[in-house]
């Protein structure tokens, strides 16, 4: 028996050596034929209420998917603008027979994932509790219970959450460009306002549910662990007394392009970067013989750290950490959108290379298009490991018509597509001289570049309401450095209060994704600085210097501080730099701007700018430009809430922006002169 076997070995042996001479090992392997993928075709029944049920049965793993989808058009909220907001935040919050806490305490004793939406729904379960998963979403679906007490809570958190769009550069752009896109007053362009959300009743919500949140036009998706037979059984028990609206949607208001490429500009006093968008709106769909062309298209323009833009704008040129295009075909409102957040100073030279990209885009290289086809194909078929996305092939083929083989022969598609296919895409979904490029930001600081670029240029405020151009005020001659430091000094207590103070401990408080965030800082004469940031009581990050030297620690990595760091600590050695604006030759008044809601003296010395209320003379704010990992930003800081402290004015509320994350510190305490040596070592 060994001898057969050393025999076979050498047979082996031999053939893999003849094999080894054919072969020429530096030849590129030539690629096999493109695969067909096998996606199972969804089972599908009707309700006679309009609910559409599709069941995908895979036994590998014993989990359930299931999706429900209310396919709807945008529907004008009017004076009530923001009810699908609050709608969707009563959705699944009780039943007629569970309270909120009952129904949220069984869906945790089943280990499920349950959510709900102003269109629908989501759960997630283990098999075996796949039908008390389904019981409790059908029973939220079918027997909602609306609280007047509820919605009032809600209501006090969408208004407290619209007073952050005014600060947020990025809210206020996707308000404000829908608008302009759509028409204020259109379904697809109004927002919510503080009135509109204080108009909102309960009857409001149970009229939208009644309406809207009907089985009319609903899909609802099983995949996994199931079998067809008893998915039929359950629904058809749980869902059949979910009640047929018979809404008939009024067409949605027409929209059309710019004429001709246009800047529109919304002024953000205290924005310390300009949010770029570039866009146009399509009516390109799925079903579009161009898809895959155009999809393509786009990836190439935008749709990865690989693409153009990106390497363009934050690669080439440092503007921005990322600047990304997507390709929407949403069934009700598609559009193509190419967008980032750059430095205002750079903000005109951004729009030009976004403008750049956007004509060339018609042009492309055959390498190119072949890593856009291998990144696509491998996305795809990543993306088949994920149930949700079966169910989101089951969808689409239903809601956009598709044909049946438009998943099954995907990535033959994908292989078909010419870069002749690519251009002619791009032309008819990318509008280069169509654009309405929009810009949220420091209209002081960008509306001389963008003007010089060539385009009209429209203003707009924050409700989308047309502007004159914002102008920069000048100040009086006689408002200098000096005397702005003398009414702050003045206003906190008195220049001799501030001279003889030591030191200054503060301890405050934010809260950062639901997390508590402690800051304590002291800070004395000649520039000694202990700072300790802590999270659930463990140190994130902490910064000691005691004049002369000092160290960092973030994350149990401890190093010494830089010569360039103590440098930067040693630039005010005094516990008020306003102490030493007299002197201080380089410092300048360069306006005046809102800050906070107040109207500010600006002053600016170097990378740093000052702001001091012109009605109080209390400090209002302060930004710094920063360099990082060869980047520039720059961090806002705002101050307010002033209050007496032993005889000295100090803020007690200190709001951050840190790399587009707002960070509000609530000031727990301050204690002065109470530093020692020891706390600098």
Known sequence: ?????????????????????????????????????NIAKPKTFQLKNGLTVMVVENHKLPRVNITLTIDRPPVKE???????????????????????????????????????????????????????????????????????????????????????????????????????????????????????????????????????????????????????????????????????????YPALEPATNVKTTEID????????????????????????????????????LGGGGEARLFMNLREKNGFTYGAYSSLSTSKYSPEFSASASVRNEVTDKAVTEFMNELKGISTIQPDELANAKAKFAGNFIMSLEKPETIARFALNQKIHNLPENFYTDYLKSVDKVTVADVSAAAKEV???????????????????????????????????????????????????????????????????????????????????QGQNLEMKSIKAKGGKQAQTVSMMGQVMQKIVFDGKTGYQEAMGQKKPLTDEEKSDLLKNTSLFEELGFAANKNLTVTGTENIGGEDSYALKDGDTTYYYSIKTGLKTGQTEVKKAQGQQFTIPTVFSDYKDTDGIKMPYKISQNMGGMDLTFSVKSYELNKATDADFK
């Open 1 to 37: 028996m060994k001898r057969k076997i050393s025999y076979i070995a050498a047979a082996f042996l031999i053939s893999g050596m003849l094999s080894a001479q054919q072969t020429d090992l530096n030849a590129m392997p030539k690629p096999g034929p493109t695969p067909t993928i």
């Open 78 to 248: 009017g004076e009530i603008a923001g009810i699908s907001s609050v709608f969707a935040e009563q959705i699944g919050t009780g039943t007629a027979t569970l309270s909120k806490d009952d129904f949220n305490k069984k869906v945790d004793y089943l280990g499920a994932n349950l959510d709900f939406s102003s269109s629908g729904a989501y759960a997630n379960t283990l098999s075996k509790y796949f039908p008390q998963v389904l019981e409790l979403m059908s029973d939220a679906i079918v027997h909602p219970k609306f609280s007047a007490d509820e919605i009032s809570k809600t209501k006090e958190r969408q208004i407290e959450g619209l007073k952050t769009i005014d600060k947020n550069t990025q809210a206020i752009a996707q308000r404000v460009g829908n608008a302009l896109a759509y028409g204020k007053n259109t379904a697809r362009g109004e927002f919510e306002t503080e009135a509109t959300i204080n108009k909102i009743q309960l009857a409001d919500v149970q009229n939208f549910y009644q309406k809207y949140y009907a089985p009319d036009n609903a899909y609802l998706v099983f995949v996994g662990d199931v079998k067809y037979d008893k998915v039929k059984k359950l629904v058809e028990k749980n869902f059949k007394n979910w009640k047929k609206s018979g809404t008939v």
């Open 265 to 300: 500009i919304v002024d953000v006093p205290n924005a310390v970067q300009s949010v770029v968008s570039v866009g146009n709106l399509t009516d390109f769909k799925m079903n579009n013989p161009q898809y895959f062309a155009a999809t393509i298209a786009n990836y190439i």
């Open 430 to 512: 990318i509008l280069p001289n169509q654009e309405r490029i929009f810009v949220v930001g420091k209209g002081s600081d960008i509306n001389e570049g963008l003007e010089k670029l060539g385009y009209p240029v429209y203003y707009f405020d924050k409700e989308a309401n047309p502007v004159a151009k914002p102008t920069v005020t000048k100040v009086d001659a006689s408002i200098t450095p000096a005397s702005v430091a003398d009414r702050y000094l003045a206003a906190i207590g008195g220049k001799d209060k501030a001279e003889k103070l030591n030191a200054i401990t503060m301890v405050a408080a934010a809260t950062v």
